[in-house]
């Protein structure tokens, strides 16, 4: 399993190289981020070759091949939802350069992160698959199913269209896949850091009943120690996720209105194709495969945003471990209690938060409301289609 995880993480490194989404090198024995010329070269000429054909794609006749009805809606929003990936990707390659020495510090503290604590790597096995799983299936789905809607009168302009749909959703996904690797990664360093916490206030629980020797403040003396690294680490994992979301909030917010824009085109396209307001003629296959692959995208965008969520979870199961020393017998050690209370002011003082660009954060009272308005803005356009379907 080690060695699969391993393979996958290798490919995704040498895949992000080739499309020029990393500009910058790492060294597998050592793990280190390094700026080498040929990797800057190379990533630079496929930045600009990707940034001055992206674009080109608005302009094709790919919507034309998908739906014979060009003047309804839901072709408008597939254009609009291309368009926001064109710029998040553009964004993306730019930005990249402006923050190569803050993703390169970015690497360089999980490699040493991990380097004193090899047991996350374990940790990441089932996150990395899903995602790597549904990312896949994604961009492989996608692909086919443009593919079979333009078979019967394929071009070599309608084949080069669904090469960049093809890049850019891959593009799209490899931008998501670094930010989820980060957060996973940290994650997994605070499932990690709670066991120890867990370990610590059993060790202390078991003092309470030793007696005041000189090997009773030998121990106490240690699990303090122990304390303050866990301490020093969480508060190092928090400026990780610091740096992390500042590098990508320009990108999470351009993604979230394309996903917001994807997710209300879908129902609104189901609701239409159900009722026969539009008929897109495809037949049993390409509708199962279109189906299978909403399916997978939806699993795609929960593997995405559960993770940030698992991580405010972690945070508040340490939260609540370290509320737990209040019920401590008094007078164990003023160093250890001195040490609790820090940690407690440490975590008061500087909260974990998604805070995207300083306009919003990301919580789960502010999904729920996300899903609300995507609901409502799909009634919205059904209701538009009957107030004006005398016009059709």
Not at 210 to 231: M, P
Not at 336 to 344: E, G, K, M, T
């Amino acid at each position: 399993m080690a060695d699969l995880i391993s393979s996958l993480l290798r490919f995704g490194y040498y895949y992000s190289m080739l499309t020029g989404v990393l500009n910058f090198e790492i060294d597998w024995p050592t793990g280190r981020a390094l700026i080498t010329r040929r990797v800057s070269i190379y990533a630079a000429v496929v930045n600009v070759i990707s940034i001055c054909s992206l674009p080109w794609l608005c302009g094709t006749q790919v919507i034309d091949s998908l739906w014979p009805q060009t003047e309804h809606l839901h072709e408008y929003l597939y254009v609009a939802i291309l368009g926001g990936r064109v710029l998040c990707v553009c964004v993306t390659l730019v930005t990249r350069w402006s923050h190569r020495q803050r993703f390169m510090r970015l690497v360089n503290a999980f490699q040493r992160l991990t380097q004193q604590k090899p047991r996350v790597r374990r940790m990441w096995r089932r996150g990395i698959i899903s995602k790597v799983l549904s990312a896949f299936l994604i961009d492989f789905l996608q692909t086919i199913v443009l593919l079979q809607r333009i078979y019967e009168k394929l071009t070599v302009a309608l084949v080069l269209t669904v090469l960049v749909v093809h890049i850019l959703s891959v593009l799209v996904n490899l931008i998501m896949s670094h930010y989820y690797f980060g957060l996973l990664n940290i994650y997994a360093h605070y499932v990690l850091l709670n066991l120890e916490l867990r370990s610590v206030l059993a060790e202390v629980r078991l003092l309470e009943f030793e007696c005041r020797k000189g090997v009773f403040a030998i121990q106490c003396c240690a699990l303090a120690d122990r304390l303050e690294a866990i301490a020093a680490t969480q508060s190092q994992l928090q400026k990780l996720l610091q740096i992390l979301t500042s590098c990508f909030g320009l990108q999470t917010v351009l993604i979230t209105i394309s996903y917001y824009m994807a997710n209300v085109g879908m129902i609104y396209l189901a609701f239409c194709e159900l009722t026969g307001d539009i008929r897109l003629d495809w037949n049993v296959t390409n509708l199962v495969l279109l189906s299978f692959n909403f399916v997978c995208y939806f699993a795609d965008i929960y593997i995405s945003v559960k993770i940030m969520y698992s991580l405010q979870d972690a945070h508040a199961e340490m939260l609540g471990l370290l509320s737990e020393s209040t019920i401590l017998a008094p007078g164990l050690d003023r160093r250890l209690a001195s040490v609790f209370d820090s940690f407690q002011l440490q975590l008061a003082w500087n909260p974990l938060r998604f805070s995207v660009l300083g306009l919003y954060n990301i919580e789960k009272s502010k999904a729920v409301t996300l899903a609300s308005s995507v609901v409502t803005s799909s009634l919205v356009l059904i209701q538009n289609d009957f107030k004006n379907s005398y016009l059709y």
